[in-house]
């Protein structure tokens, strides 16, 4: 079985200052884990994706996440939030590579950005 | 098209009433999956298409929910009969293929209301 646990529900920061969105994963096979934005009234997009290559993925927009098989994680970060980060974002899992599978998506976690 | 496209944006109905959701995914991806967002919700699996094989509708809540997908083209998701618990945002992915094509494109999805 897979899942993912975000363990925050909501983080708050101040424009400018250093992001982190914490995410721990369950799987019984390597997974590829994702991370995806939604912005208020808009579809899902991707930010990055961990697919056993390289452990620190960069992705769109400043953020990167890196896996940490030790730890199950798959945190994701930005080294200054930017106003527009606000938004919620989902950590997702897929079961397996090779495989067109449902995600398992986490609860996700809204980011809040002061001015 | 360009991307992954939903419509209705929004759905009001009135409860017992039968609803229709329409997906149009990305030209040439052969996946398609639904997918549903309770308030304050990560998204739950509902069914998935892949080519020309069965379904897998393993996400399905109830037997008032049907899928349909000519080929590799538009998909309906149905609800019979609807109730006030099925009032959530109904997202629809689509992606090229297994592996490392598994990057699901998401609509901007239906909101459904029922009154």
């Known amino acids: 079985a897979q899942s993912v646990t975000q363990l925050d529900s909501h983080v708050s920061v101040s424009e400018g200052t250093p992001v982190l969105l914490r995410c721990n994963y369950s799987?019984?096979?390597?997974?590829?884990l994702f991370w995806y934005v939604q912005h208020p009234n808009k579809g899902l997009q991707l930010l990055l994706k961990?697919?056993?290559?390289?452990?620190l993925v960069k992705g769109i927009n400043g953020f990167e996440a890196e896996f940490k098989k030790s730890e199950t994680s798959f945190h994701l970060t930005k080294p200054s939030a930017h106003m527009s980060d606000a938004a919620e974002y989902f950590c997702?899992?897929?079961?397996?590579?090779?495989?067109?599978?449902?995600?398992?998506f986490g609860k996700g976690t809204r980011l809040s950005v002061i001015a | 098209g360009a991307g992954v496209s939903q419509s209705p944006s929004n759905k009001v109905t009135e409860k017992g009433k039968d609803v229709e959701l329409r997906c149009d995914p990305i030209?040439?991806?052969?996946?398609l999956y639904w997918y549903r967002q309770r308030l304050g919700q990560g998204l739950e699996f509902l069914i998935y298409?892949?080519?020309?094989?069965?379904?897998?509708k393993s996400g399905l809540p109830s037997d008032r929910f049907s899928a349909e997908r000519t080929g590799e083209s538009v998909s309906t998701l149905t609800i019979q009969r609807t109730q006030q618990e099925d009032s959530a945002v109904y997202l629809c992915?689509?992606?090229?293929?297994?592996?490392?094509?598994?990057?699901?494109?998401f609509g901007a999805g239906t909101r459904l209301s029922v009154l």
């Open positions: 992915a689509s992606s090229l293929g297994a592996g490392a094509k598994n990057i699901q494109y």
């Open positions: 298409f892949q080519g020309n094989s069965a379904p897998d």
């Open positions: 997702v899992v897929s079961p397996a590579l090779g495989w067109n599978t449902p995600l398992v």
């Open positions: 799987s019984s096979y390597s997974p590829s």
């Open positions: 961990y697919t056993s290559a390289a452990t």
């Open positions: 030209s040439g991806h052969t996946a």
